[in-house]
């Protein structure tokens, strides 16, 4: 399992999971969750459900992806797998991401 934190603006926002079998999990966090001042990650994963579920990439992150002779440029020089995009998500945003998010990779125990 590979875990990254999500922030926005530097705001804790919730944890975003891949298991083993390529699933994905984000949750959000419980505080950021209920202070109404907060916004949705998204539109697509409003704050009104915890725990959000899906076989894939999330569309709103796999977004945050470059694309094209960039994306080859970053897999080429990180040396990573071009079909490993929670590496490369996690490698390439969490600093100079486009917009308010940020993706940073938690060191998880085996």
């Known amino acids: 399992m590979r875990e990254a934190a999500v922030y926005r603006n530097s705001i804790y926002v919730g944890i975003l999971r891949e298991a083993a079998d390529k699933t994905y999990t984000f949750e959000y966090d419980a505080l950021y969750r209920s202070d109404p001042n907060n916004p ?18 999330f569309p ?16 080429r020089q990180l040396q990573i797998d071009d079909n490993d995009h ?9 600093k100079d991401s486009i917009g308010a998010i940020t993706v940073k990779e938690i060191e998880v125990n085996a």
């Open 60 to 75: 709103f992150f796999f977004n945050m992806l470059a694309e094209g002779v960039n994306r080859k440029m970053q897999v």
């Open 86 to 94: 929670f590496g490369l998500l996690m490698a390439t945003s969490s």
């Open 40 to 57: 949705a990650v998204s539109l697509t994963m409003p704050k009104d459900q915890q725990f959000y579920n899906a076989p894939y990439l």
